[in-house]
């Protein structure tokens, strides 16, 4: 089983449509939660960070559920700008120092369409 | 702009050569990682630098040689490389807590990327 599990879309939405991605994680110590956001033939970019009692961006709602081990990301009115791949980004709990790096998922296609 | 510069943008290389790829940050941060990014997979990590002291190596074939000579600056030197070596090589720094190791705030700044092809 993957570390990090992503459904990669494509998630086609009309403008103004709420749309959800959801992302499973096998290593249930882990530790911290992140959404970033990668547009196309660019870097990524840190969207948002996943807290346990969730949280609240414009909007974006980012959710974390560890008894299921999954992280969610909600757009609500989505714009032609929120097109882009989303990555779900999951820090694991280890002593061991070189363990804590980031782990990606392998992203969600967002193509919001006018 | 990108706190953290990548160079070169594009690199074709044959199998036989030798090149390097660099990569810097003005954003104070002590680590520093490279990321392996190929079509429709995950990014992979290969290194992470914490005040520039080498804390994961991720199985990473030696023909990738990493070095880190100060906090600001991080290299990967390529060596004989295998054409499945092609992808979007990617340079991030963050700042680590002071005990070192490589844990952060999760928040990784990216350079644009090393598009690597060898033939």
């Known amino acids: 089983r993957k570390e990090v599990e992503q459904d990669p879309g494509p998630f086609n939405v009309p403008e103004g449509a709420t749309v959800a991605f959801n992302c499973t994680y096998s290593?249930?110590?882990?530790?911290?939660f992140f959404w970033y956001r990668q547009d196309c033939r660019k870097e990524p970019k840190l969207l948002m960070s996943?807290?346990?009692s969730g949280n609240e961006d414009g909007r974006f709602t980012a959710q974390l559920n560890r008894a299921s081990q999954y992280i969610s990301l909600l757009i609500r009115d989505s714009k032609l700008s929120d097109s882009a791949t989303y990555l779900c980004?999951?820090?694991?709990?280890?002593?061991?120092?070189?363990?804590?790096?980031?782990?990606f998922g392998s992203g969600t296609r967002l193509q919001v369409q006018p | 702009e990108t706190g953290v510069t990548q160079t070169p943008r594009h690199l074709v290389m044959g199998m036989t050569n030798k090149k390097s790829l660099k990569c810097e940050q003005h954003l104070g941060h002590n680590a520093m990682y490279w990321y392996k990014q190929s079509a429709k997979k995950p990014l992979e990590l290969m290194f992470v630098y914490s005040l520039e002291e080498r804390v994961e190596n991720n199985s990473v074939p030696s023909r990738f040689s990493p070095e880190c000579p100060n906090s600001s600056h991080l290299f990967l030197h390529l060596h004989t490389l295998q054409p499945e070596d092609s992808a979007l090589y990617l340079c991030?720094?963050?700042?680590?807590?002071?005990?070192?190791?490589?844990?952060?705030?999760?928040?990784?700044?990216f350079g644009e990327g090393s598009r690597l092809t060898v033939l």
């Open positions: 996943v807290y346990s």
């Open positions: 991030a720094s963050s700042k680590t807590g002071t005990s070192g190791g490589a844990s952060n705030t999760g928040e990784l700044f």
């Open positions: 290593n249930s110590a882990s530790q911290s």
């Open positions: 980004v999951v820090i694991p709990r280890s002593m061991d120092t070189g363990r804590r790096a980031l782990t």
